[in-house]
């Protein structure tokens, strides 16, 4: 049931009629942090920020004491991420949760190929891991500080009627919104990718992700892994309390049977999958499965409306650059519209793309070449593969494209200069 407030807000919209600046649909972390970028480099602009889920967190949540949670959902911020996020005054209070990555370990299972990467040349580490809830209740405690920020809870949308100088909103509950641009932020099923008519492809990787934190007997040392199977990557990042969070590609067709083995069966098969090399593993928590595809969008705009994050691209999880990919979208794409006298226009989303393409054909082109690179045992290529591996290790200044893609510190607004 609505609250006073809630209903007071549609009764009032029902009123008038506002033209919002921005209206975003998603209000998951990328849609809630794009809405925050902008009220943060222009606190004036009026947002909307929509979602077909009650909201996320309430106010009582956001003070409450949380108790640490085994089951706690991860992601990987990678040290551009960190950038951004302290050009938002935000890191701060995310860091004190956030565990760091100060050196990679890669391998290839059966073979004598390996890797440790580490951002020797700065000493910063590569990124850090953080359990999502604190940066949601970062994220909500920080948007709850703008008044010109509108929200819409259990609403879907519709449809969308793109006029010439502003774009109209039909929602599930009969109330039309209009604005002058509508931004994708309701990932890789997005409504507003395929009601604006943005093209994009599928491809499936015929395999799926199991998602789950683990602990170990020994502490990780800040130490991250990659080691490459033949059925895909298995991915251990460092959290606390010597856990890991678990990313473990699977065949398709086998995950479901992988994921419901009772704990002491799931891991021994993952110790004998894995070795040894992070230690013995103690303990394992909830399983979750995702499939695994590469969903990419040719030209994430179109008429008065722009996808981000994974309604313009869902990746592979290898090497954890979908969500990173999505935040420099999303930073990139706030600063045009704080900057833009005409906010929605042909000329504003252009100039976007052009700031964006070449960093999504880089990022979404090592991500997918890795794992077609390493998901095959064929020796035209297990040979050289492993030869690369071992002489990154040799010499350090090989690997040092890899470490500035994975860092994801690009100059944004310089096209000549993303690497």
Partial sequence: MANLSQYKDLTEHSQETIIYDVVIVGAGMS??????????????????LLDENAQRLSSSEIKAEHNPSFDARCIALNAGSVDILDSLSLWTDIKAHAQAIESI??????????AEL?????????????????????????LGTFPSLSTRYKVKLDSLSQQQDVIHCVLDNGETVTAKLCVGA?????????????????????????????????AHQNTAYERFTKS?????????????????????QQAEQIAHLSDSEFLAQLQKK???RAGLFEQTGKRDIYPLNLLKTTKPIAHRTVCIGNAAHSLHPVAGQGFNLG??????????????????????????????????HNTIWMTDSLVRIFSNH??????????????????PFLSAPIIEQSKGQFDLFNREKLS
Avoid at 346 to 358: A, G, H, P, T
Avoid at 378 to 395: D, Q, S
């Fill in 31 to 48: 849609g809630a942090l794009l809405a925050l970028t902008l009220l943060t480099q222009k606190p004036s602009l009026k947002v909307l």
């Fill in 105 to 114: 370990q890669v391998s290839d299972k059966g073979y004598f190929g390996g």
């Fill in 118 to 142: 580490s951002p020797e040349l700065d000493g910063d580490a590569f990124g850090y891991v953080v359990e999502l809830r604190h940066v949601g209740r970062v994220l909500s405690r920080e």
């Fill in 186 to 218: 309701d990932g890789s099923r997005s409504q507003v990718r395929t009601l604006s008519g943005i093209s994009s492809s599928l491809s499936d990787y015929q395999r799926s992700a199991i998602i789950c934190n683990i602990s170990c007997h020994k």
């Fill in 232 to 252: 895909g990557p298995i991915a251990l990042l460092p959290i606390s309390n010597k856990r890991f969070s678990l990313v473990y590609c699977v065949e398709k």
């Fill in 274 to 276: 894995f070795g040894y």
């Fill in 327 to 360: 935040l420099r979208d999303l930073f990139v794409l706030a600063t045009i519209i704080a900057e833009s006298d005409d906010i929605g226009s042909f000329s504003m989303l252009n100039d976007y793309w052009q700031c964006r393409e070449k960093d999504h």
């Fill in 378 to 395: 064929y020796p035209v290529l297990t040979i050289p593969r492993n030869i690369g591996l071992k002489a990154m290790n040799l010499f």
